[in-house]
């Protein structure tokens, strides 16, 4: 089939005219509940752009770990529906037009480099933008600077101050076309998807205006942290909060090596905790952070190490993390290894008290607000235990800032620290 067979043969939703029309903009962005027909489309739309002119187009996802996870399969499915298997040759990692069309797959998190080697890209599609997080949006952005170039954002929406809703939808940018659609707009709106839909509709309306209406919730379902962290809004504690050179800052981790790690910066100003700083990376040596952490100019008290970090290592040549972070001269506690729900406990009693930088822990709020209880498979009920995500870590560093405070007489015995006594009780 040639390309006028294909364009003849594509069809999209009327909503999906954004998609063309204007003919340039650099944003076009749509958002809305499952099932709209948003990854067909633009799928469609750019293998029918990229077989009339050759472009450079980059498909990104905040995570990726293997080709699998990107939209390459939706593409090439695609290509044989449209008939332009003829046009595209499809390899294992790219796909490629007999005009030297090009397409790329990349996952933002923890892949800065690599991000920023893409060049003279004409198009940038991030799909489930949803997760996508402000420092990814912040490296992608000024990396598709050819001119002319398109930004294209598809995605679910889910908490209202998640970086990628404020940025294209409750602050949309100059020159940026937003349409919003839904199950109602796609006229090929699968059997399965609306038994699914309906079904939920009857369990829980919240949930279902979320996933199927594309309406923004307050909070996650089962949000472990949903009351703390809507005080924490409303009383204004997400602010700016800067270093004070004053005192000294403590750095608490949760380790991790493909599971990310993560580490709060933590100073205590009287009766307040201040949290200046969040980072999280994976697949990094502690030396990593450590040389990361100089480069912001604090003055360290303790680092604040999971049980885990006394475990001897083999990639540290049998050494544990712990001896590692003493050898480079850091004062080092390890925090106590208790049940989850009582360190959730602890975080809990913390949080009044906390103040968070909104620029600087950006990431590691987003963290609190996504952290939730996991659903049992049988009963549909929360579990206990929190879900394991990729929002987790920053998380898991927040309880054991909890039991830094709350558990001094533990602390007591292990070392010579101890807290301000306005902490004791
Ligand atoms: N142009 C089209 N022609 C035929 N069927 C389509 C078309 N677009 C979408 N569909 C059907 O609608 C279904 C949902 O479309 P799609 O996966 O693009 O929705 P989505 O908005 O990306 O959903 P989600 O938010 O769940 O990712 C597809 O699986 C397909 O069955
Ligand atoms: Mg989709």
């Excluded at 069809?11 to 099932?35: A, I, N, Q, T």
């Excluded at 450079?56 to 290509?79: G, M």
């Excluded at 008290?301 to 003493?326: C, F, M, Y």
């Amino acid at each position: 089939m040639n390309l006028a067979q294909a364009i003849a043969k594509a069809e999209f939703p009327e909503k999906l005219s954004c998609l063309f029309d204007p003919p340039r903009s650099r944003y076009r962005v749509l958002f809305g509940g499952r099932g709209g027909a948003k990854s067909w489309g633009v799928a469609r739309a750019l293998l029918i752009l990229a077989a009339r002119d050759q472009l450079r187009i980059l498909c990104a996802r905040e995570y990726q770990t293997s080709i699998k996870d990107s939209v390459h399969k939706l593409l090439s499915d695609q290509i044989a529906d449209l008939g332009l298997d003829g046009f595209y040759e499809i390899t294992q990692a790219s796909i490629k037009g007999k005009n030297g069309s090009e397409f790329f797959f990349v996952g933002l998190k923890n892949n800065i480099s690599n991000v920023k080697s893409f060049e003279g890209i004409d198009v940038c599609w991030v799909e489930e933008a949803q997760t996508v997080s402000k420092s990814s949006w912040n490296v992608l952005i000024p990396t598709i600077r050819k001119e002319h170039s398109e930004i294209w954002v598809t995605f679910n929406p889910e908490l209202e101050t998640d970086d990628t809703f404020q940025r294209f939808v409750a602050h949309p940018p100059k020159d940026c076309v937003i349409e919003k659609i839904d199950w109602s707009d796609n006229p090929w709106f699968p059997e399965t998807l609306r038994l699914e839909k309906d079904a939920l509709k009857e369990r829980d309306i919240e949930a279902y205006n979320t996933v199927w209406e594309g309406v923004c919730r307050q909070t996650v379902d089962g949000a472990v942290f949903a009351r703390e962290m809507q005080a924490a809004d409303l009383e204004g504690r997400i602010m700016k909060v800067p270093y004070d050179p004053a005192k000294p800052v403590h750095a608490v981790f949760d380790l991790g090596w493909a599971d990310a790690t993560a580490i709060w910066f933590v100073q205590f100003i009287g009766m307040e905790i201040h949290l200046i700083r969040y980072i999280e990376d994976n697949q990094r040596t502690i030396s990593h952070y450590l040389s990361v952490m100089q480069t912001y100019g604090y003055v360290y008290d303790t680092l604040w190490l999971p049980h885990d970090a006394q475990n001897k290592t083999l990639a540290a040549n049998g050494r544990s993390i712990e001896e590692i972070v003493r050898a480079a001269g850091y004062k080092v506690q390890i925090t106590s290894k208790v049940p989850v729900s009582d360190s959730i406990n602890a975080a809990r009693t913390i949080f009044p008290k906390c103040y968070f930088d909104r620029e600087e822990c950006a990431e590691g709020l987003q963290c609190l607000r996504h952290y939730r209880y996991d659903v049992d498979p049988d009963t549909k009920m929360f579990s206990k235990s929190p879900l394991h995500d990729n929002y987790s870590h920053g998380a898991d560093a927040f309880r054991y800032i909890g039991l830094v405070v709350n558990e001094p007489r533990k602390v007591k015995k292990q070392t010579t620290y101890q807290l301000p006594a306005s902490w004791m009780g």
